[in-house]
């Protein structure tokens, strides 16, 4: 069979079990989009480039394939760059498909021309430009590969236009076995040996690949051997928050008391993640602690500080590989007690319940009180919700008061990108059409993507997303208070009414001014079966949930 190599692209896909791409049309790609056009897959038409890659990054994250996006060159190319780099430090699977300019063209700073390599090189695990339609199906299928296998990232492959059309008799092929990342057994009892023998130990677990029931099983493992288990910033999806062992999360907006365990711990073992910028507070907690890393990643990119043991290893294939047994007979217990995990089992517990009240003074401020309104949010959603988080403090409510009872229940720049929520929730809404995916993110950061919300009038999607509005890009402004006190600059933002934008789509929005509003607005907007907003308001002098000391390390916490 004989065919252009921009359909034997769409072909390869489709052999590849892909079912969206997210794309802004270009001329410099038309040929794949003739090969879409008669495809089973769903081609979702974005609004921006950034807004495609991103939608794709968070399909990658949820749907266990890597998230496919196109876009042409130049303009396009640069506009896609931020899904690049997010899904590079997040370790995502990511295919950026770009149209470039024909062959005959380059060298002569032809109209958008660039340098895709000399853009993407650094930022992704390889880019590749197809030459020769005979090995179009097979750059495809490389592509697809590489950015699941090892540490999952990005991968950017080139289109010449020119090149696409071309036609060729290779066949579509069908994806490669990723490599089987077992652990080997001696790795598996020395980890035994040394929690055995460890006082203190704190499993930290992140990254993706937690599906199925594996951070479940981990869970289990866990609480049988006396462990607590810590995830890393944006990754609280990897276990279930439930059970004696779940200990919290690491990163921005942590608890006091979490950060302090982690300074007292005389065992880290991270599994899907290593110990970085975020979780370490700035490389300062845990670096000399005794470290075993379980990671699919040969050169431990984004690990810093002390490394006894690496395991090369997924997620999954240690959980696989764990004895299981009940506290009494767990050769992982020694003669370890439950009192260090139910520690910091409670701490966690009293750092996520929202006092009655909405909590102390400098929470409630004006307006909505985000402390209550979180609490509501948290009773009235379904367990199997897709949270969705773009960048700042107003985040910060939703990771601490808002739980994860299954995986692939959470996207969020772990970059601290900003613009990811409103398309990361049209995409959950596309991949999970019976859960609810609910964006959390605040004014600023609402809209830098927000026009992708009319990508849910044309496919479907019904995301529920919280816009917290104080005026302000609030994490700029509590820095400047904090290093330039009395100095505002270029912080200050003014705002449409965001509920009445999203009606004018045709879709549910409320603007909700006070505390009181809040409950009600959210029944009538999961109620709606429409795409829906609601538009909170909120005091620009609340910063953030306020920080929980157990009074037992009163004296060792730190300020958030």
Known sequence: MTRSAGHLIVKTLETHGVQRVYAVPGESYLDVLDGLHDSTIETVVCRH???????????????????????????????????????????????????????????????????????????AKRVMVLEDPDRASEMVAEAIHLARSGRPGPVVVGLPEDVLVRTTAAPALTPRPLPSLVPAAFDVDHLMERLALADKPLIVVGGDGWTGDTGERLLDFASSANVPVAADWRAYDAVPHRGPAW???????????????????????????????????????????????????????????????????????????????????????????PAWMDALAADQRRFATPAPDGGDAVDRGTAVDLGIAFGELERALPADRVLTYGAGNATLWGHRYLSHTQPNSLVGPRNGAMGLAVPAAVAASLTFPDRQAVAICGDGDFFMNAQELSVCFAHGGTPLVLVVDNGIYGTIVQHQRNHYPGRPSGTAMTNPDFAAWMRSFGGHGEYVSSTEEFAPALERALASGLPALLHLRTDPATMGPSPVAAPSLAAAAVSE
Do not use: K
Not at 72 to 92: E, F, S
Not at 95 to 121: K, N, T
Not at 308 to 336: E, K, N, Q
């Open 247 to 337: 200990a919290g999360w690491l990163g921005y907006g942590r608890a006091d008391t979490l950060a302090a365990r982690l300074d007292e711990a005389d065992l880290l073992v991270f599994i899907g993640c290593g110990r970085a910028d975020v979780l370490s507070d700035g490389y300062t907690r845990g670096l000399d602690t005794e470290t075993i890393l379980v990671l699919a990643d040969t050169s431990a990119t984004m690990h810093d500080g002390r490394l006894d043991r690496h395991v090369f290893a997924t997620p999954s294939a240690l959980v696989d590989a764990l004895p299981v047994g009940s506290a009494a007979d767990s050769p992982a217990a020694g003669t370890r007690g």
């Open 49 to 123: 480039e950034g807004g495609a890659g991103y939608m794709a990054l968070a399909e990658g994250r949820l749907g266990g394939t890597p998230g496919i996006a196109m876009v042409t060159r130049g303009p396009g190319a640069a506009n896609a760059m931020i899904a690049v780099h997010t899904a590079w430090q997040d370790a995502t699977a990511l295919v950026l498909f770009v149209g470039l300019i024909p062959v005959a063209d380059r060298g002569r700073d032809a109209f958008q021309e660039f340098s895709l390599e000399g853009w993407f090189s650094t930022t």
